[in-house]
């Protein structure tokens, strides 16, 4: 079964700082990756996607991931916080089992922003 | 277009009893997954329908079942509850299931449930 790991439960930076949220896939094959979103009290929104087609994928917000197959990661990057960016975000990789795919989510990382 | 809706957002509900949460998906849109979020497991997969058709299943036990409408509505129901099936239970609806390649899913605001 196919896996993500994201690295650190919770990353802080200071408005107008880089973003870089980590996320290594397990897989043989090429996967199909994704970042999602969850601000308070609501439910995940697509910030991007990797299909194969290229590997810096850019998404919305000005959030971009880069897919690196030698490092088997897909970390997502921003270079200027805003304080809207807080909020916990989410690696997945579509994972075949049986036939069919499902998407299976990382553990997540909750992103602080500070004025 | 309107999104993926999810009724009611808040539910407390007692052990022992049984609660039905329903997810209406987004107009075109035949497939609904749900996922169960909690805080020490994080986001699992319980099922996905695609045209009235549970095509996938997480592991979970059988008090979780589902179901999908003709109209792409889908519920799930989770009877005998118990403390720990307290969570944040998320419904994502996709225009194609998830077995024709990498398709987005669009998520609900989610059925808050408390157990007590």
């Known amino acids: 079964a196919q896996s993500v790991t994201q690295l650190g439960s919770h990353v802080s930076v200071s408005e107008g700082a880089l973003v870089l949220l980590r996320c290594n896939y397990s897989s043989s094959v090429p996967p199909y990756l994704f970042w999602y979103v969850q601000y308070p009290n609501q439910g995940l929104q697509l910030l991007l996607k990797y299909t194969s087609a290229a590997t810096l994928v850019k998404g919305i917000n000005g959030f971009e991931a880069e897919f690196k197959k030698s490092e088997t990661s897909f970390h997502l990057t921003k270079p200027s916080a805003h304080m809207s960016d807080a909020a916990e975000y989410f690696c997945?990789?579509?994972?075949?089992?049986?036939?069919?795919?499902?998407?299976?989510f990382g553990t997540g990382t909750r992103l602080l922003v500070s004025p | 277009k309107a999104g993926v809706t999810q009724t009611p957002r808040y539910l407390i509900k007692t052990r022992g009893q049984q609660v039905t949460l329903s997810c209406s998906p987004i107009s075109g849109h035949r497939s609904v997954s749900w996922y169960q979020q909690t805080p020490g497991q994080g986001l699992q997969f319980l099922f996905e329908y695609f045209s009235e058709t549970q095509r996938n299943k997480g592991n979970f036990p059988g008090r979780f079942s589902g179901r999908q409408f003709s109209n792409s509505r889908s519920e799930m129901n989770v009877s005998t509850l118990e403390l720990g099936d307290s969570a944040l239970y998320l419904c994502?609806?996709?225009?194609?299931?998830?077995?024709?390649?990498?398709?987005?899913?669009?998520f609900g605001p989610g059925t808050r449930l408390t157990v007590t």
């Open positions: 997945a990789v579509s994972d075949q089992v049986g036939g069919f795919q499902k998407l299976v």
């Open positions: 994502a609806s996709s225009s194609r299931p998830t077995g024709q390649g990498a398709g987005e899913q669009y």
